[in-house]
């Protein structure tokens, strides 16, 4: 069936209102066999991994060493639209951005653009307020991206840079409008491809979005045959920088059996992409929900036990076939409905859960890290802070481990030693003040991060550091992670706790309650509500609490954390601290194993 052209409206809309709102506000039978060919062992394939470029082998994605990755990550939009930037830099600075992205379990951004952007365009919709997004005032689109990719590489995670739209209007149903033409679209793609050769935080190139009727596949008419377009393109990239990956996403209609736009790979079964460099195809797919636009799949007595015959119909057989690797570049729903709850579900378990395959798996990212999607919402809520815990929740098994070697360096892949010796030199009621070994790396060090439980406290290019702005009469708890010029990290050195000297306030000043959002066996999710129960407004605030069982938090928001052993220790954020007398605040977070059952908790604030 032909998509139903309300999709992209909505999401047109949504842009525009965004870009409007800135400046106030700034804004897809039996269930078939498994795979033919045979799984990886996955204690092997789950190993971290990710240095250098990658290339392809089969179905599976390589590092430069030659070890499997699985790449589970989120799209983060905005630079296509006209605000020229990702989304949410009007609330939030875009490191800690990044950096709650990885804690959730996240291992690669795709970043969507326009071709606007290669005309100079100056961004719009970033706050600057209170030291945000500092090093970004005074740069245009490109270079903000350019930030935003050196960043995201110096802790990580890679991405994957996406051809949205050819201009900030609208999606288009070819790669070229009467505005861009095909020249221009290709000239663009080599500009990125020059732009980022070396940076290997960039791991290739999603050509075009979501190509759709009359785009066809395989047909032979040059102004419409999406496969020979991106043969076109793809080689023209590989020209300029022969090591990145190429994204081919499907089409709408192959032999007149229809699903989402960009969605139906079917072709490839007899008119492969055919690159100038062999190992460098990822087939990418698109699939939604109710949420987005009615399929007849859904109306089906058997759903959602029909599914996955669906799937494989239209791209799953190319991965199942041990023909290239099968990138899901776009999946996402509001979940408000219970089909698409069983959906999301079905999709899960078909992409492969990393504990049983490891990398031999599905690639994805999921549509969409942004709250301000309109047929989708996002992981994030509306404030650009809260995680939405049910929706991520449903993503827990197909997440993979983070990846070493960094971005921005090259061949340089070899991570500085740990630090040692952390220890606390001196503390005040509002400061305290640390000092380190040097680490040694091949090359150099060049900066140190400093992370307050979870946060990012700071950074310096010596051995010592002093945290600032602390609340009296409170415990912090640091670790300290050295960085190179490549931006590849060491491991987090081992902790150390300070109070800062003075009254932080009595136990009664705040009392935490405790609720399980989601438990799917092997890990859940949980929200603390914290309310203040003086008679003032508190500073900060510190949840602690034991567990009864050996469950581990493997990721928190709206609040730093330290664990140790069963004991956990929760302090807030540098924007929930305060609040105001019978006010709450809250804080959410990832563990594991579930049924973890609910602790007693404690709670101090500052005030």
């Known amino acids: 069936m032909r998509h139903p052209p309300v999709f992209r409206v909505r999401r047109a809309l949504v842009a525009l209102l965004t870009a409007a709102v800135a400046a106030l506000v700034p804004f897809t039978v039996a269930v078939p066999a498994r795979a033919a060919a045979a799984p990886s062992s996955p204690s092997s394939a789950a190993a971290v991994s990710g240095a250098g470029y990658w290339h392809t082998e089969g179905r599976r994605i390589l590092d430069a060493q030659n070890q499997p990755v699985r790449m589970a990550g989120i799209n983060w939009f905005g630079f296509e639209t006209s605000n020229y930037v990702a989304h949410g830099l009007w609330s939030r600075d875009y490191k800690s951005m990044t950096d709650q992205m990885k804690s959730l379990g996240y291992n690669t951004i795709r970043l969507p653009y326009s071709d606007d952007i290669f005309k100079g365009t100056q961004p719009n919709g970033i706050s600057y307020a209170n030291g945000m997004n500092a090093d970004l005032q005074g740069l245009n689109s490109l270079q903000v991206m350019d930030k935003i990719v050196n960043y995201v590489g110096s802790i990580g995670l890679k991405v994957v840079l996406d051809r949205h739209r050819p201009d900030s209007s609208a999606q288009s149903a070819l790669w070229y409008t009467s505005a861009v033409p095909e020249t221009t679209w290709i000239t663009d793609l080599k500009a990125l491809a020059t732009r980022y050769q070396g940076n290997t935080a960039v791991v290739g190139i999603d050509l075009h979005n979501e190509p759709h009727d009359p785009a066809c596949w395989g047909c032979g008419d040059t102004s419409t045959d999406w496969r020979l377009a991106a043969e076109r393109a793809g080689n023209a990239v590989l020209s300029v920088n022969p090591s990145l990956l190429i994204f081919v996403e499907g089409v709408q209609t192959v032999n007149g059996q229809s699903t989402w736009w960009g969605g139906n790979l079917a072709g490839v079964a007899t008119a492969p992409v055919r690159l100038s460099v062999a190992n460098r195809v990822v087939y990418s797919a698109h699939d939604y929900a109710t949420s987005v636009a009615q399929q007849p799949w859904f109306s089906d007595p058997s759903f959602p036990a029909n599914m996955p015959a669906v799937w494989d119909k239209y791209w799953g057989y190319i991965f199942k076939q041990n023909i ?157 992670r050295a960085r190179d010029a490549a931006g590849n990290t060491s491991p987090a050195s081992a902790s150390v ?62 609040a730093s954390y330290t664990q140790a052993g069963k004991a956990v220790t929760a302090n807030n954020a540098d924007h929930n601290g305060a609040i105001a007398a019978g006010a709450s605040t809250g804080f959410g977070f990832s563990a594991a194993p579930g049924g973890a059952g609910t602790p007693v908790l404690s709670c101090r604030a500052g005030s």
Do not use: H
Not at 429 to 457: E, F, I
Not at 539 to 544: F, H, L, M
């Open 324 to 480: 290239a690797p099968v990138w899901l570049g776009e999946f996402g729903t509001t979940l408000q409905s219970t089909v698409d709850q069983k959906w999301l579900a079905a999709l899960v378990d078909y992409l492969r859960p990393t504990s049983t395959y490891g990398a031999d798996s599905f690639n994805w990212t999921f549509w969409s890290w942004n709250p301000n999607s309109g047929d989708t919402g996002g992981i994030l809520k509306d404030d650009w802070q809260t995680v939405d815990t049910v929706k991520d929740g449903y993503l827990a098994s197909i997440k993979s481990p983070g990846f070493s070697g960094g971005g921005g360096g090259g061949g340089d892949t070899t991570a500085p030693s740990t630090p040692a010796g952390l220890a606390v030199t001196g503390t005040t009621a509002s400061s305290v003040s640390l000092s380190w070994n040097a680490s040694t790396d091949d090359t150099a060090v060049s900066a140190y991060d400093v992370y307050r439980g979870a946060t990012k406290a700071g950074e310096a290019t010596g051995t010592t550091f002093t945290d600032t702005g602390l609340t009296a009469g409170t415990r912090y708890d640091y670790t300290v």
């Open 497 to 558: 706790s300070a109070t800062t000297s003075g009254t932080g306030g009595g136990s009664g000043g705040c009392t935490a309650t405790y609720k399980v959002s989601s438990d799917w066996g092997s890990g859940f999710n949980a929200d603390v509500t914290v309310t203040n129960t003086g008679s003032t407004t508190t500073k900060s605030w510190q949840v602690t609490w034991e567990w009864q069982g050996a469950q581990t938090i493997s990721g928190m928001w709206n």
